[in-house]
């Protein structure tokens, strides 16, 4: 625990570098909606450009890969300040900052973290994260892109979807199958693919909002140099979980809804009917929720716990906010939002990104088996492949 003299002197020496850098934040801005509609990375990579000297994007990152070496208190501050300045949309960033970056820190060795972490940090190169396939989502174990040994290197063949950003990524966390004849977990190596190499195609996918979010990715016999595999094959599935545990952690506390964006629907409801005004009220109490929740998840990080398996109720939680908040937005405005010209405002944004809330970064009912196993101890799914060689089920 730390001192909270020390927690407010940390804060108002980091108000007076930043205010020096950026703009305070005019609360009638509109919200960034995870990356809806976002097709110029200009706006980012300066914002980024501008932090980076002074590590606050990555607090918590050691010193020597650029960050400031806090940790989780003193980096809730850096993170709360940031939060009272203008800050464009970083979601193309995020999976970089916040899943790959921890993930390259946790499994990396000492050479890639120096050539990887600091163009993360800086904003120079959007990494995305090529594991989903076209038969492997919820089940990510069963994965089959192949990875072949070749000389210095290995081959890569197969096929991942619903990549995020892997349109104008520069690298991705590759997840693929050195060894057929193990158990599922046991066969996977993670690598760093540069997605420009050759045999990389990247095929844009458009949702319902006109977004071409995500993408489905051909690997045609790829080379991939061993420099860029990332800790020891058959430790894929470890380095896969890491960085599903920081996506959840991403992905809950309310997926970045703000006090203010409630207090804009507030007013929104003004003269409204009183149905409209308790489903408010319900929304704010689980915003609080939420909220608590994640003071509670500090606390524990800050006693040295590992994350465990509240970061699902966490994602569960954020998921029903957004979904609830951006419907009620909805019934209070009508048809009016989505014909309004100039383009779709952070409600119908909200409400079109909302479904895929549900299924990102795992599913609804995943996070529900997880919780009825691991928090309830409910009896396990029966998971009859997991100890038998790949081949035998797939
Ligand atoms: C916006 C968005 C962005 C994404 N970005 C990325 C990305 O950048 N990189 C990436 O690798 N992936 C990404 N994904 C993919 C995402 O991780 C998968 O869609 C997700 O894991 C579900 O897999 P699936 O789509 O194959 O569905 P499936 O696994 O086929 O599931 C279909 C349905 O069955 C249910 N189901 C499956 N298994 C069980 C079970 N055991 N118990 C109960 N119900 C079950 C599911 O809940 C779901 O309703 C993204 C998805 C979305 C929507």
């Known amino acids: 625990m730390h001192d909270k003299g020390d927690l407010a002197s940390l804060e108002h020496r980091l108000e007076a570098e930043l205010d020096g850098l950026l703009e305070r934040r ?7 909606v995870l990356g809806a509609g976002l097709d110029d990375l200009g706006a980012g990579r300066k914002y980024l450009a501008t932090l980076a000297p002074g590590g606050y994007i990555t607090p ?10 806090l940790d989780e208190e003193p980096a809730g501050v850096v993170k709360a300040v940031l939060a009272r300045y203008e800050a464009p949309d970083l979601y193309p960033w995020m999976v970089g900052i916040d899943l790959v970056g921890p993930t390259i820190l946790a499994h990396g060795n000492d050479e890639q973290k120096a050539r990887w972490l ?27 892109a192949r990875a072949a040994r070749d000389g210095q290197g290995w ?26 004849s193990l158990p599922k977990h046991q066969g996977i190596v993670a690598f760093g693919l540069d997605m420009a190499s050759p045999g990389v195609t ?19 016999d790829v080379w991939v140099p061993d420099s860029d595999r990332i800790d020891e094959p058959g430790r894929g599935w470890s380095v896969a979980l890491t960085c599903l545990s920081f996506e959840r952690g991403s992905l809950g506390g309310g997926l970045g809804v703000r006090r203010e964006q ?18 408010l009220i319900k929304n704010l109490i689980s915003y609080d929720v939420i909220r608590f929740n994640e003071e509670r998840s500090k606390a524990a990080a800050l ?15 954020g998921t029903a906010l957004v979904k609830s908040l951006a419907s009620l937005a909805m019934a209070v405005e009508g048809g009016a939002a989505t014909a309004r010209s100039g383009g779709p405002d952070e409600w119908v944004n909200m409400f ?16 529900r088996n997880i919780l009825a196993e691991r928090v309830l101890g409910l009896p396990a799914e029966p998971r009859v492949d997991k100890s038998r060689p790949f081949t035998d089920s797939h």
């Open 352 to 367: 079109l990104v909302s479904p895929s809330l549900s299924i990102r970064g795992g599913t609804d009912e995943i996070q």
């Open 26 to 32: 005019n609360p009638d801005s509109p919200l960034a």
């Open 303 to 317: 006693a040295g716990r590992t994350p465990g398996p509240e970061g699902s109720g966490s994602k569960l939680r």
């Open 118 to 144: 600091p163009a993360i940090r800086s904003g120079e190169e959007i990494w995305c994260q090529l594991f989903s396939e076209p038969d492997a989502g919820s089940d990510l174990a069963g994965l089959s």
């Open 60 to 69: 918590n990152w050691p010193a020597l890969y650029g960050g400031m070496g």
């Open 202 to 220: 990247v095929k844009p996918l458009v949702q319902m909002n006109k977004d071409a979010h995500f993408n489905e990715v051909f690997l045609d």
């Open 262 to 279: 409630l207090l804009r629907l507030a007013e929104m409801l003004y003269g409204k009917t009183d149905v409209h005004r308790d489903a």
């Open 155 to 180: 081959r890569i063949t197969g096929s991942k979807v619903w990549t995020s950003r892997a349109h104008y990524s520069k690298w991705g966390l590759l997840l693929a199958r050195f060894d057929t």
